[in-house]
Structures are given as C-alpha cells and as structure tokens.
C-alpha cells in the first residue's frame, strides 16, 4: 500500500496525525459511545476525498452500481484534482459547522490509494478512499468495530482509521477496538457467473434475483460493510444483500448477543440492497424514514408497529439522476445526518425532503453536498459515529 503522511492532505481542515515521537496522542475527556443515530451528536469522524480513485470493476462492485449510474463501465484511475477539492469544499464545510454547534471532528489517517492492491487471492488496480467512514466503521456501545468489507478496492480501509482507533484506545480506558474477520474474496466468494452476466441483465432480472436472495457475495466469506447495520438501542438491524451476506449477521450476532443486543436481519425490494442508510433510516424514537421505492419485505414491519413506532415514506428526491461517477441512487436525499431528536442535516438541494422534516418538527440544517456525493455518498455515509449522549435503550421491549 502507498504511504501514510500529512503531505498528503494539503486540503484537511485539522491536524490528521496526533502522534508524538510515533506514539498515538492521549486525548482526556475523549469518549467512544453511541447506540443510535439520533442521541445528541458529541463526536464525529468527517471523510475527506483526497487521493481517492475509482477501482477497475470488481466482483462485489459491478452488482451493485445502479444501472442507470455513470459508473456502469468503469472508469478505473485516479479522480481528477479538481473533484476532489470541490468534494473536500463539501467536506470541510460541513466538518467547520458541526464543530461550530460544539460537536468534536476528527478526520481520517491520509492514505495513497494508488498502488495496486495484491494480496495472495486477488489482485485490483488501486484502493478506492478514505470515503466514507459509515461503510467501514460501527461504534456498537463503547466498541469502535470496523467491518470485513465486502469491495476488493476497500480491503485496506481501516488504515485510514488506524492511528484514530489508537487514539481512541489510549484516551478512554473503557474503549474496545476490534477489526472483524478479514474477508478473503477471492474469486470462490463471488457468484463468478452472475457478475459476467451483469451487463447484459435488466433492472427486472436484477430485481426477480434479488428478490429470491441471489447476490453476488456468496456465503464464503464472512462478509458485512458497517452500512447495513443501523443501530437503535438494544436492537441492531442489519440488511442482507450485496454487501452483507448471512454469514456476517451471523457473526454481529454472536458478537453482540452476549452483550444484551438483539440482531435482526432486513431485507428490502431493492435490486442493488446495499447499505441501508438511503432506504431506512431512524429519525427519532419512534419514527422511521423508508424509501418509497423500496418496501420491506412482508411481515418485517410487525417488529415496528407491534412497538408503536411510525413509519413514513421519504419525499421524492429533488434529482432525476446522480452527479457523475456516483455510485449511488438519487435516494441519498434521505442520507442524513441527525445531530439530535430535533435537528437534522439534509442535502441543501433536496427541498421536498426538508420540507417534509419540517414538517414532522425538526429543525433543518441545509448542507451543500452534491460535490462530495461522487465520493461515496451523502451525509450520513460521510461520518461516523465516535460518542453520542444517551443511553442504550429498549424501543423494542
Ligand atoms: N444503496 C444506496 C443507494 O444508492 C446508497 C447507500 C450509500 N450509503 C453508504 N453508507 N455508502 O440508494
């Protein structure tokens, strides 16, 4: 892999390395909790874009980039300099108003992605970024995880994370670490034959496969990215589809089980079910925001209505298409990071969105985003979870 340094982040709004003479930084005060995504925020990881690329397709990927996205045919190399800094315009922004409402920001490790990767089962044309931290990283309580990750391009990831992680460690004693099985995904963990077909199928045929559960990650390796889980409280549900296979919500299980959670497993009418913070996304105790194009499948509301919690369907979102080389849906108008039970940050541009948030009581926050969407996603996808007020409750009793 390419090196690690702070010339490489010429863009980053705050110090990057908080090592002293190779040791990692004690930082007092410092505190790793979080159980949901709607606590009051305390502290927060921000992506940053620099030196991102856009890998040559890979098995786990080709599925999963829509077909209507600019991304179907891989541009594979390096994204050009001037994205990247209006992407980091976005980033940075956003990180300067959330430490402005008093909200600590920490951004990740710098990186060099371009160096193909190797390792003795596969082999992919580069890395792809230090973007974004939702997909990688799952604060479960005090226990900072970060996922297998389903991508070849996304194997080395958590270095991005590393010298924060330690960090981390070093200044809350009660802090827990941990790196989940290192995935293989050699070519044995695909569906080999449904990625040569791809291409050539339509958005029926991917929807009839997804439907009977056949994605392209078999059950090989253990396999989750930290975007299919979406936390509240003692529950934790986790999405089954592209980028995390029975496997993985297995292992969540028996990980956390033991602990008091309970996991539960999702599964939406999306023919690309990957990460579900644009299809099902907590708003507030007792309220849930669901993508009107992809419904649940049957009976997985019972848990919700059975516990009083309403569900809403998100308002349409305010582009017919993504930016170019997305690798999302325009649904990451619902991609939105909540600061507490009565604010919420939303893509400057979705309207109807804000619109309708305001009307369920919140206070809105516009954040311009766009130019960062290319990078991995909205503004949900672009953080992660370090330390939230509150406890870990019972919704679900
Ligand atoms: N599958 C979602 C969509 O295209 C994108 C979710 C992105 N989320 C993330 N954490 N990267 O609608």
Redesign the pocket.
Known sequence: MGSISNDLYPNAAMPLSRKENGVPLYRPGLKVESYNDFDPLRHVIVGIADNQHIPEACPASNE?I?ADSPMRGSKAGRRTQESIDQANECLNNFASMLEGRGIIVDRPAAVDWHERIETPDFTISSGFGCM?P??CLLTVGKTFLMAPMSFRSRYFEYLAFHDLAREYFESDPECIIEQAPRPRLADESFRMDYVAAYEYLSDDETMARSLRKEYSTLETDILF?A?DAMRLGKDIFVQHGLTTNLAGIRWLKRKFEPQGYRIHTLSFR?N????I???FCPLRPGLMLL?PHRPLFDGQHEIFKKNGWEIVEAAEPAHKNPPPLC??????SM?ILILDHKTVCVEATETAQMEQFDKLGFEVIPVPFRDAYAF???L??STADVYREGTREDYFP
Do not use: F
């Not at 690309?272 to 990460?275: C, K, L, M, T």
């Not at 690798?327 to 990451?332: A, F």
């Open positions: 999963k829509p974004p939702r997909d990215d975007a999306d690309h079910p990957i990460h913070d644009a299809t993508n690798y999302s849906s325009v649904w990451l991609n991995g996603g909205g949900h996808c």
